[in-house]
């Protein structure tokens, strides 16, 4: 449990520094004389060079432990922070963005492998992927105004520069803080998951995941990528950053509500998945067809959605797998994401004078949807069976 109070500390820390430059980048970009087109590459390139860091914490992850790739990531991107704040054209925000993007590849499969090695028990994993969402929450939901708070009265270089000091501080103290070495789960008094007798014993040591199950992060990721990069451009791209922060803020605050719904852990990871990304599919067709509708909020609501979506995707992918090798699950989940991420600023950016890139959105979430298996496998239906606490499905 310390571990855990540890880990949710460096997360607050290093989500709050992050999601606080999302209502900056888009104006610091524009003035610095970057178009709309080149403000959506700016965002995509972060997400394109997230995938070879992806690939490389997969199988080192699991080999040598989150520590130092934990550690890597905080003080890579905070001193990507300081020489931001030197900068002076967009070309060489574009640069450190994709520097960024692969520095930061590594922080979000570490911490959820930590996190998912504390505990055997299926449900006691859960709560820790709740708290992680608690915790991400909690910091988005006040690191965005916080952000536009600081640039208003400091200016962007020292908003940079104050952000990438708080993020090589994190990194020093997870260094000396974190477990060195793999951490090797607690028993708990219930019975493991069992692998299924019919596999050969090299299927039993990695149990693959369906490709379509992943499709889901990189669904949702496109859209997230759509509506960040929307925001801050709605009104012609003169919306005070203020407001913009306000917005993102409401979207976290819509999480944390149903965060803090633990009985919602008793439902079936798959179902609450399925529930989560259909509400959220729904936010964006209203934001693309009913623009009547007050947008503080669709965007609470679709925060809601992302708090019952997000965890229980954890919990899906850890069950799936049979808790073998989470690091490659999650750094497959997080390729996913970052291929999600690439493709949906960059349409947006591409497509956004002919249609709304929200509906784009609310139709690659609806694919999402029926790509997602259904019918419970022999294998599912095996590990349900060991865990009469929560049905996949």
């Known amino acids: 449990m310390k571990t855990a109070i540890w880990l949710y500390l460096f997360l607050f820390l290093a989500v709050f520094d992050l999601h606080a430059q999302y209502p900056i980048l888009t104006p610091f970009a524009i003035s610095l004389g970057a178009a709309p087109t080149f403000i959506g590459w700016m965002m995509g390139i972060y997400s394109l060079t997230h995938l070879p860091g992806n690939l490389i914490a997969g199988t080192q992850i699991d080999k040598h432990g989150s520590r130092r790739y934990i550690v890597f990531s905080l003080l890579g991107a905070g001193i990507i922070l300081l020489i931001q704040a030197q900068i002076h054209t967009p070309w060489q925000l574009l640069a450190l963005r994709s520097i960024s993007g692969f ?31 608690v915790v991400h929450t909690l910091a988005s939901v006040v690191s965005p105004a916080a952000g536009a708070l600081i640039v208003g009265s400091m200016g962007f270089s020292a908003t940079f520069a104050s952000l990438g000091y708080l993020l090589i501080l994190t990194g020093v103290i997870a260094f000396f803080s974190m477990p060195k070495g793999l951490i090797e789960p607690q028993p708990e008094k219930v019975t493991e998951p069992a692998q299924p ?21 990189l669904v949702i990721a496109c859209a997230q990528g759509i509506l960040f990069f929307e925001l801050p451009l709605r009104g012609g791209g003169h919306s005070s950053i203020m407001s913009t922060g306000l917005l993102f803020s409401i979207i976290s605050i819509g999480a944390l509500f149903t965060l803090s719904m633990l009985f919602l852990n008793r439902y079936s990871p798959k179902l609450r998945v399925t529930a989560g990304v259909l509400l959220m599919s729904l936010c964006f067709f209203a934001l693309a067809a009913i623009p009547q509708l007050p ?23 850890i069950r799936l797998s049979g808790g073998n090798k989470l690091g490659r699950i999650f750094s497959l989940q997080s390729i996913a994401t970052s291929i999600g991420s690439f493709i949906g600023p960059i349409a947006a950016g ?9 509906f784009i959105g609310f139709i690659l979430l609806m694919v999402g949807i029926l790509l997602l298996p259904y019918f419970t496998s022999r294998r599912e239906a095996s590990l349900s069976a060991s865990d009469p606490k929560s049905v996949l499905g």
């Open 103 to 133: 520095v930061l590849a590594f922080l979000s499969p570490a911490c959820l492998a930590l996190l998912a090695q504390l505990s055997r028990d299926p449900v006691t994993q859960g709560k820790y992927m709740s708290g992680h969402g």
């Open 197 to 217: 007798s019919h596999l050969p014993e090299s299927k039993k040591v990695f149990l693959p995941v369906s490709w379509r199950y992943f499709a889901l992060p």
């Open 295 to 317: 947008l503080p909020t669709v965007l609470f609501v679709l925060g809601m959605s992302k708090g019952i979506t997000f965890p229980a995707m954890a919990t899906l992918f």
């Open 350 to 358: 591409q497509i956004r004078v002919g249609v709304s890139p929200y």
